[in-house]
Each structure stands twice: as structure tokens, then as C-alpha cells.
């Protein structure tokens, strides 16, 4: 993009970079919006709807001499083409002459409209687009102000098709420019769209089972340029114009991806404001203009029913209601009568405010052991140190650059990452995906590894010469290292042994360069600045204190085995957003505030610390957890409570050393974005909001602040052997599950699958069992789930894929063995 | 001279009919354009005419509409269309009756009729629900919701026979 050209736009000339798109660099330098409704700045144009005809011409030169031949008045002559072109297909070059202003341009526009219009209904009134819709805009704009057409001769066509369970297709209203098709196929690589028909019967079909089978099915509604694709949670909940936008960052895993809260106040909702609708908001560093489903449709747990809304304390050995002053007072006597023996563990979705009091908590009382949930991810640490440079956008890769995607099935557990990832491949990036089984990233993969389950990390030292050879000679080079098919131990083995290929190659301390794991929640980077980490959740877990302070983890949903250590804990406090197994044993279950009703910041799995602001009432007498540890330090006469997160977050600022100069002032920057989204742009990048919210801070690596980092020793663990008659039992994730904050988004339940277990099928054979069949998965300490059998050719052999969070059983969290039978 | 003017114009008008009303027991004739309180009006089979579409709310000045809207099924359905208004309010203390609200209209659902002995007791009474502002069932209508055959409504919003 060094190279300059020089183009002259309605008179006045204007540099842009070479190569670039014509209705880019018209918005981007002049402010000229030329009106499109198929182009779209982040796909391929089509010149589809002839909706940004202009004039265009090129400044004349001399063949002989090269030289730009001038008329009569002195001014370079211009050879107009004689029709006009459609701006979105132009590449802009040198001497290129454009008129965007003059009547044959206004002509073809009104004619352009006028035609759209034919058939299209006109029920803006009770259109969900309808005040944020490009089509309304436009026809503002440019539109002829009335029709030539006979209304009642408008083709009536179904105006509630469902395409899969989530979208709502209105074919009455589509005027079929593709962006939706487009997307499927061009961004995500999910080709589940096509048009059927020709001509006035065109219509938009799903060809997948289910339908619209994607997990970015919702950003389609965003870009459609009319109403014609709806979601199904949101279908007639407001009027645009009435939601408040409250800027805030998806709370279900490691790409932080910044979205916007259509917040307004409900009846149902007893009058509070209510989460309407989740909608993207602009960050290109993190999730670009996009989110997953789970991100838009995952927002129903903040007013669950179910949640947990006044304090308990046990009284007589009954958890009874008590007041948050009953329960302070209570919740100290314990804290004292623990006599130091405390610990903590804090769940991967917990804010960074909450993690700090905490440990001020913890330390405060003499106790030291910080644990991180789920103990399944190691290697924060390795990450602070050699992590994807400050400055990374996984955007920015391309030709010439190399991903390696080791042990995570990406599409899973951090869908944004996956289609960022995925692009990069399209643009010419070497992408090796490295997995004991088939993942979806299989798909867009230059290089493809098979090992088997639990030698991950011997499978990163050992790579293939040719591909590390590549690798290692790519300019840029990512490896997204997971814990898939591995114990704690094995995924700190595979950090290690990932971190020392990034040394050794030399691809760290810069830009689009270094390591990335996909930690389960929105903060298993905050844990580890804070102080939390996996391997002091085992150690609690092999002694266990005498009261133990758990936040927003649920150890028993998510472990199986967690009932034998916790039940040597005296005294547990449990603060969670639902009432679980564990706030019932626990000698008090204190109600916290979900991201949606609170001020803080997460730290995503690229360091990023971004901030989420209060958009929804409070559920109950919840409060927010940092100002729960804060009540109970000032009780404890650890000095006094602090009053607001901003203030919380100050004195991280002032003790933690990577989060130096991050206050929320800080956090909350902005600077324009290409391209230029939200706000009046609707037309353009469709209702992905503006980012006014703040794009957020980087934390900077060791390899960054240019320390010395060196290579570290991989210890191989002995990873678990099935004997005779066993499989290795591999829990997997699954991005739509039952977990208890997926679970109350009920609009997704049709999507969720039935609980299952994937087996090889020389296994299946072997046992006789065939797909459909019900089997019993039995693990040690006599822990069993029954699920559905699935030969799919999903599973290596030897090994049972277990999708987590799917049965209500807990299954289990890391590698181990067990016994299949059919039931 | 003048005195006898004077007490001329004086006599005269005593001889003429008082213009003053005993309200409320006598009420002076509406002018028919006059904007009294609002009523959500019904078609003829009873469905309602409001489809929810929030643009009353939109239009009115004084911030006095509050509209929910929720989706029409064949079981249960309100008004013809894809959509119709779950909750309806208006607060009378807050409306100025410039029925802007009328004239936004898209289905002329809402009009102003000519009531407008409107005082109140308690603040709250003065917020009217759906349930106080919607005309009663007319004669030979159903009341809402009613349940329908599938197919029959199939416009997002209905073709009206009255429209303007």
C-alpha cells in the first residue's frame, strides 16, 4: 500500500494508495458516498445493484511523448468513457477521473431506486430495519420521490421463511445483491446460501440441514441492505431509534470480541433496561465488523430467572436469605476463623476488578494459593512472554506469513479467531492445522498433522521437516496452541514446546508474530496477570485449604471428579451468577452481577484489556464481585472499600505492572477505523456500530519490551494409557452447550446437540455399536454419562471424543481413560 | 348624551341570551376536528388496527407513548399484520393532544376522539393502558386474541378498505 496514485474525484485531487478500491477511497479521502447496496468493503465486489454508477474518464496523454495533453484553457484534456461505470469495480490508477455530482449520475441513480422499489413491500413501519435500513437511506437520498410503478401490481411473495432457527428470511423484501451469499462463502467458508430461480422469482435458500448451518449466521442481518433477513431474537423487540447502544465485550471466550448492547426498557423486564438485541461494534484489531452466534444470541443468561439473586448464608445447616450485611458480617467471621488457611479460585469469565480484589482479599488474610478455572489451559505465563506482539492483527496476515493451529478446534472455542484465521489462509497465508482428529479448520489448511491423542507436544517438536521448514521461514508466523487431548501437564509441555519453535525461528517480540491460546472464557489472560494460575488449582486441589473462596466457577458442573477434594474443604464462599452444586454445599452463596450490569474489563487471549460498560438493571440484590472482596477487605480492616471499578482499576494500574497506564480513560480511546462503519454509513459496512466504547490496550510481551527470553524445557508427561477393553475419553468443546450461561438462550436449544459421544468406527465395530446406539462412558471413581454413539469418522481410533457441557452430568475437563458399553 | 349611549349599549345586552354555559351539566357541541383523548380502534371483526410499529411514539413531542410490540401467530392473533402492540400506554399528564400521533399513523389506529374530562387522583392513574384506550368488540366481531386460519393473513401490514 506504499505506492501513491493520484486521482481526481468531482475536480479536486486527491492521493490514495495504489490498488484500491474506487468507493473505498471516494468514502475514505474525499467523503464522497457513493451510494452501493451490493459492494461491501470487506468482500469482493460483484457490481450487482448499479447502484454507484458515475462518470468515468482519464486524463489524456500523448502516446509518443507520455505527456499529459492539456486543451484549450490549460487544464489536462479528459477522455470520458461513453456509459457510466459502477465505481465498486474500479481499481483506482493513476490519472483516473471520476464524477459522482453531475444529472446523468443523479438519473441513473433515481432509476436504479425506482427500480428496486418495483417490488419491494414498503413496510418500513413494521420492519425491524426499518430507521437503520440502507434501502430507506438511500431512497432518502437519492431516490426519485415517487414512482412510475402501479402498486398494486407489486409481486407478493412469503414474508416469514425461516432459514435455520435463528433467521427470518422476508423474500418480499430482498433485492437480491448477494451480500449474504457472499459472506457465507467469501469470509466464513460456510457456501450454506444460494439464490434460486431467475429473474423476478430469485429468492435466497438455504442448501444446508439444519438450516443456515454457520456459526455466523447473525452477521448476515447486519449486512443485509434491507430488512429481508431478521433474527429470531430480536424479531419486532424495538424500534431501532429507541435503543441505547452501551458498548461491551462478548463474555464467552478468548477473542473479546467488541460488541454493542441495544439496550431499552421493558414491561416484562419490570420496567428495568433490558438487553434488546447484541450487535457488533467495530474494533479491526479483535473481531473486525463480526461475531459469532453465540456472541449475539448467548445474552439470555444476564436475566435468567434462575439467577441468583439474594445473599444465603447457612444457618442451622439450611442456606437461608439473609441481607448483604447479615451476610458480610457472616462471610468475615468465617474469613478470620479460616486462620489463614484460604484460597481462592476464580472462574475464566471473572473481570480483572474482581480478580484484584480478590487477591488483595486472599493475601490480606495470609493465604496465598490463587487458582485459575478450568485448570485445563496452561501457559498464560509463556504467552505474557512470547504472546502475538503488540500491535498484531490477525487481519494483516496474508502471503508470505504462516499459522499453525495446534491441539483447538478453533470453530468451537473461539469462532472469530477461526474466521480471521481463515481469511488469512484466502489471502495467501500458510495455515497447518495440527489435530489428533478432523477439525473444521481442516478445511482451509495448506498443511494438515495427525497425531495421536496426548502427543501434542511431541508432535511440535517433531514436525514434519518441510512444513517447519516453511514455517520457520515465513515472514510472519502465529501458532495457536489449545489443550485439546491433553492433561494440564501435556498443555503446558505443548506451550512450551510452541514457545520455543517461535524463539528458535525468531518470530517474536513483533507485530502478527508470537503465540496465542484459546483460554476458555473472556479472561484466561486476566487470570494470569492477576496471579491466578492452573497449577495453584491443583495444588488446592491435593490440599485443600480450610475455607476456599470460589467466583464465578462452577467446579462441580465442570468436573467430575471435583466432589472428592472439595468435600475435605470446612468452609466454601461461593459467589456465582446461579445458584450450582457448589453454592450448595457452600456455607455462603453470595449473588454477583453479570458483565451485562456492571462497569469492568476482560483481557482477551491476544492481552488485550478491553472494557465493558453497565448496560442492564441488576437481577435481585446482586453486586458486582470486586465491590463484594472490597466490603469484605474493609471489614477485615485491610483498609478501605473502594467505591467504583474505575477506581478498582486504578489501583491495578498502580500494582500490576503489565497494566501500568491502562486506567479506564485509557481504555476508552478511539481512532477512526478502515473502513468507516456505523454511525450514517449504513449503507456501506451495514449496522456493525462505531466503536465509541474504546478499542483497549495491549499488554506488551517480555519479547516486546525487548527482555531476554529463552528457550524452556519441554517436559513430556506420561500421558494416560487406556488398557484392554479401554479408550481415551477426550473431552472436547462445543461452542453451542448447555452451560449454565448458554443454557437460558432458549431460541438456541434447537441448535444444541443431543448429547453425544464421537467413536472410531473399527472401535465401534469392535463393541458393536452403530451411530444412534445409547452408550454408557464409564471413568474412574465410578463416574458414568450415558450418550448418544456417533460413528462419523470424528475420532481417531483408541479414542472417545466427548463434547463437554453437553450432557447435565459433569463430564470430564482433561484427557483420561475409560470404558465404553452399550447400553 | 353619552350616559344615555352608554346605558343604551348596557340595556341592550341585558335583553340578550347568555353565552354562559352550566358545565358540566351542559356541554357546548365538539367542533369535529376537536382532539380529546385517544382511542385504538378496531376493524370490523374485531382485530385491531395497531400494528405495533411505534411510530405514534416516535412522532409525539412530549415523550407520552410507551409501545411494546410482540409477533402475531395464527393461534393468537391481534391484528392482521406480522406484529402487533403488546403494551400500549399513554400518559395523559405528559400528552399536549396535538395528535401528531394520529397523522403518524400508518393504519389510522389511533385517533383522538373528543373526551376530555381526563383528571386524576394518583399520578399513575394517569398512564392509560391498552386495555382503557382500545374501542370496545363491535357487534359481530371477535375479541382479541383471536385464533385464525393459517394462510389467511399473510401481509406484514393489512390492506386497508378505508385507507385515505
Redesign the interface.
Known sequence: MSDKVKIIIDDIEYEVPAGSNLVDMAKWYADNDIPVFCYHPKMEPVGMCRMCLVEQGSIVKDRETGEVVLDENGNPQVRWFPKLQTACTQIVHDGMVIRTNTEAVKAARENVVEFLLTSH?L?C???DK?GECPLQNLTMAHGPGTSRMNYDDKM?L???VPLGDLIFL?EERCIQCARCIRFQDEIVGDDVLAFHERGRKLQIITNSDPGFDTYFSGNTTDICPVGALTTADF?????P??LTEVPSICPHDAAGSNISLSVRL???FGGRAMIKRVMPRQNEYVNEIWISDKTRFGHHFTRSEDRLKKPMIKKGGVLTEATWDEAIRFVVDALKAADGSVAAIAGSSTPNEDLWTLRKLVEGLGGGLLGAWTPTHAGADLVAQVGVGKGTNLGDLGQGDAVLIIATDLEEEVPIWRLRLKQAADRGAYLVVANARKTRMDDFASDTVRYDYGQAAHAMQNLDAAIAKKLKEANNLIIVAGAEGLTLDGSRALMQAAANFLIESGHIGKPNNGLLSPFPGANGMGLHYMGFSPEATLQIMQNPPKLLIVNQAELLADDPFAAEWLNKVETIISLNLFPDAVSNMAAAALPIQSFAERDGTFTNGERRVQRFYMAQGPMGEALPAWQVFSQLSEALGQGHAKLSAAAVMKEITENVEAFAGMRYKELARVERQFPDVGGEDLYYGGTAYQNKGGLGVQIETSADKGEAVSVGEVKLPDSPKPKKGQVLVVPVAQLFNRQSTFKPSVLVHPRVPQPYVEINSKDAARMNIKTGDLVEVMMADQIRVTVQAHVNGGAPEGAAVLPRYLTDEATPMVLTVGEIKKV | MNIIRGFMTTFKHLSEEPVTLQYPEQVRPFQVRFKGRHHLRRYENGLEKCIGCALCAAACPADAIWVEAAENTDEARYSPGERYAKTYEINMLRCIFCGYCEDACPTQAIELGHEHQLSFTDRRDAIYTKDMLIDPVPEGGQDTPQQVEPGVFTRSIPVMPDAK
Open positions: 413491500p413496510d413501519p413494521i420492519c426499518g407478493h412469503d414474508k416469514h422476508d424479531r419486532f423487540g424495538a424500534r431509534w429507541e421493558d414491561r416484562d
